[in-house]
Structure formats: structure tokens, C-alpha cells
């Protein structure tokens, strides 16, 4: 059976936009037979990295710093799918960089070039293979995402997995009007169900999937004026 460990990242953890996404993308993964943990960095305790290295140079693989990340370092050990998802804030939510940076004690501090960057990779009792980008925003374009986009595939680099695609919604919020869901709301989850399985059943999420998961809900002169007027009362 498949495992994958779902961190997110939200601030507002089971009531944000991303947490709406969330839910039937992990419904696909179940029902694609996978089993599938998640972590609410804004639930966890965990504590800044101190940058000293300790987890590299004095006990390599161990974190030094005991608190709630003690608890997920094992089931990340133990999953293939690692899924990070997050609002784009700047850019970031400063819990989940907390917890991003404290994934260091997962590497083998032992460093590589390849394709001219310098690499590294999972320690060998890593299970982790793909590494996956679950992403919400506000603002109108894609293209907005592309930050933390790079920052989910650079890691994935970095530990030397594979990137296996990222789940992208933009202007989420009118996926919903009055509360609940819109038409056009209950037509991007259920492609965010669909993705959930392709991951599990394929390996990968299909093109067209994400792009429909991705494509645009309103004109953008229309989403501006709705920000602007907001904005003027």
C-alpha cells in the first residue's frame, strides 16, 4: 500500500481554501488505495531552525530540538508521497517554513553537483520518491503560484525525488459564494478527486486535469474590480 503524508500549511488548517482542495484530493489518493496521514503546521508546535547544523555534523539525521516535529520525522520516514500544501502568502505561511526548514535532518549531509547544481538526498531510511505541490491563491493567474511552485520542485531537487506535479488553484474564494460551493466549485474538486487517483493509480497527475483544476473562474477585469471595490470601503 501506497503512504503519504500530507503537511498543510495553512493558517486557518481545516477551514481555509486550502483545506477545501485538500479534502478531495485526498479522498482520490484513498480511494485509489493509498493511506494517507495529515499535519496541520498551524496545530504543531515546532520550533524555528537554530541553523547550527547539528542534525549534519554532530548527530547526523537527529534534530536536537524536541518538540511536535518528533512526531512527524517518522511518519515522514516511513511515506512515499510527501504533499505540501499551502496558501501563497510572501511567500509562505511562517509555520509551514518552519516546518519546510526543519526537514534538513531528513538529508545526507554529504553534497553532490549535478546538471551544475549542487544536490544532496534523502538519508536511505527515507521512503519519500515523489514529493507533491498542493496550492491555493487569492490573486487571478496561475502564473501567481509560481514561487512556491519552485520552492516545492527546488526541494524535490534537492533530495533528489521526483517533482510529480503540483495542484494549482487560483482565485480560490469564488469557489464558493454565500458559504457554499458554486457550480463551477464542485467541478474543479471533483478534477481535484481525479488528480488525487492518477497520482496513486499512475504515478502521475495528467496535464489536463491540472490545467482544468487551474483554469480560470471569472474575466480578470471582473476579479479586480471586486478586489478594488472591497478595497475602497
Not at 477551514?15 to 493509498?34: L, N, S
Not at 526541494?155 to 469557489?175: I, K, T
Not at 464542485?186 to 497527475?205: D, N, P, S
Request: some cysteine.
Amino acid at each position: 500500500m501506497v503512504k503519504a503524508v500530507v503537511i498543510n500549511g495553512s493558517p486557518r488548517a481545516r477551514k481555509g481554501y486550502t483545506a477545501m482542495v485538500m479534502e478531495p484530493f485526498i479522498q482520490g489518493m484513498k480511494d485509489a488505495g493509498a493511506d494517507v496521514e495529515t499535519f496541520y503546521a498551524k496545530r504543531l508546535k515546532v520550533k524555528s531552525c537554530t541553523g547550527k547544523m547539528h542534525c549534519w555534523y554532530e548527530k547526523p539525521g537527529i534534530c536536537y530540538i524536541k518538540d511536535d516535529m518528533q512526531k512527524v520525522y517518522p511518519v515522514l520516514r516511513r511515506s512515499d508521497i510527501l504533499v505540501l500544501a499551502t496558501p501563497v502568502y510572501v511567500p509562505l505561511p511562517g509555520e509551514m517554513q518552519n516546518v519546510m526548514n526543519r526537514l534538513c535532518p531528513l538529508v545526507i549531509p554529504k553534497l553532490q553537483i549535478r546538471a551544475g547544481r549542487t544536490r544532496a538526498r534523502f538519508r536511505d531510511d527515507v521512503k519519500i520518491q515523489k514529493i507533491v505541490l498542493v496550492a491555493t491563491g487569492a490573486w487571478y493567474e496561475r502564473e501567481n503560484l509560481d514561487t512556491v511552485l519552485r520552492i516545492a520542485r527546488e526541494f524535490a531537487e534537492d533530495a533528489s525525488v521526483e517533482f510529480a506535479g503540483a495542484v494549482l488553484r487560483p482565485h480560490a474564494f469564488l469557489m464558493k459564494q454565500k458559504g457554499e460551493l458554486t457550480k463551477d466549485g464542485i467541478a474543479v474538486l471533483e478534477e481535484v478527486k481525479k488528480a488525487g487517483r492518477e497520482l496513486i493509480e499512475k504515478g502521475k497527475m495528467g496535464k489536463n486535469t491540472l490545467d482544468t483544476i487551474a483554469r480560470p473562474l471569472i474575466d480578470r477585469e471582473e476579479l479586480l474590480q471586486r478586489y478594488n471595490k472591497v478595497a475602497k470601503s
